[in-house]
């Protein structure tokens, strides 16, 4: 479906303030910084201490497949949180970055569209389904997987139903990572697209890049604003003020 958007209404979501979004910013940044994967902490040590301290809290955080799936006796409580308490925890700084970035780019107009409690919703929801999705396919995994990319990527779904011709500035390899402003219906497919490649070629390989939890996200995002938000088919502008002495009509 393609909605109508009128730039007052725009220009309207682009300022309004996103809470939630600069929230979840400051928790996964915050969290990254007092963990071990921030190497800033001296407690943790250095060298072969220091990675012994980051298995560890991933291990403790992050998510288990093997533990979720083919756990003995049966699934604990703590494994089933481990796809919520992952959300929150990087394992670089680049990691670290690059999600916030896509968060900050894609959630601030995606909050203000869908407001809070749905972008919540929809961000921890996804995130926990995204991140449970690719346990399931490497049920027999041991190794950790953490980030926040499969909520982002719900985020990115979303953003591209409700705003599929906003521009989004990207770097495109084939034209030597020139900034090119393209609409959001050419992009995001292209990055799904992507993942898609990517997820298939890694069957087999065991976790890496988690492309396929990407692309879980990514479809889940995509399927809950279609739900909410099917029937909105025009968003209108907030009208301006008046000038002081005017009344609005």
């Known amino acids: 479906m393609i909605r109508k958007w009128s730039g007052a209404a725009a220009g309207a979501i682009?300022?309004?303030?996103a809470p939630v979004?600069?929230?979840?910013?400051?928790?996964?940044?915050?969290?990254?910084l007092i963990g071990p994967a921030s190497g800033l902490n001296p407690a943790d040590?250095?060298?072969?201490?220091?990675?012994?301290?980051?298995?560890?809290?991933?291990?403790?955080?992050g998510v288990i497949p093997a533990d979720l799936f083919e756990g003995s006796p049966g699934i604990t409580p703590a494994a089933l949180l481990t796809p919520a308490t992952a959300l929150f925890v990087h394992g670089s700084w680049v990691h670290l970055l690059g999600?916030?970035?896509?968060?900050?780019?894609?959630?601030?107009?995606?909050?203000?569209?869908?407001?809070?409690?749905?972008?919540t919703l929809c961000y921890a929801g996804c995130g926990y389904l995204a991140l449970l999705g690719y346990a399931a396919a490497n049920a027999g995994s041991e190794r950790s997987l953490v980030g926040a990319s499969?909520?982002?990527?719900?985020?990115?779904?979303?953003?591209?139903?409700?705003?599929?011709?906003?521009?989004?500035?990207?770097?495109?390899?084939?034209?030597?990572?020139?900034?090119?402003?393209l609409p959001a219906w050419v992009v995001l497919p292209f990055w799904a697209a992507l993942q898609w490649v990517a997820a298939s070629g890694q069957v087999g390989e065991g976790p890496g890049v988690a492309y396929l939890a990407h692309l879980i996200g990514f479809g889940l995002g995509l399927g809950y604003a279609w739900v909410r938000f099917g029937r909105a088919t025009t968003v209108k502008g907030t009208p301006a003020p008046a000038p002081e002495g005017e009344n609005q009509p």
């Open 14 to 17: 682009r300022g309004t303030s």
């Open 21 to 32: 979004t600069h929230t979840l910013i400051v928790l996964c940044c915050l969290v990254f």
């Open 45 to 61: 040590g250095g060298g072969e201490e220091l990675l012994a301290a980051q298995r560890a809290y991933f291990r403790r955080w």
């Open 99 to 119: 999600n916030m970035l896509f968060l900050q780019v894609f959630g601030a107009m995606a909050e203000a569209r869908m407001g809070q409690v749905r972008f």
């Open 150 to 181: 499969g909520a982002i990527s719900a985020v990115l779904g979303a953003f591209l139903f409700l705003f599929p011709r906003a521009r989004v500035t990207s770097l495109l390899p084939f034209l030597f990572f020139l900034p090119v402003r």
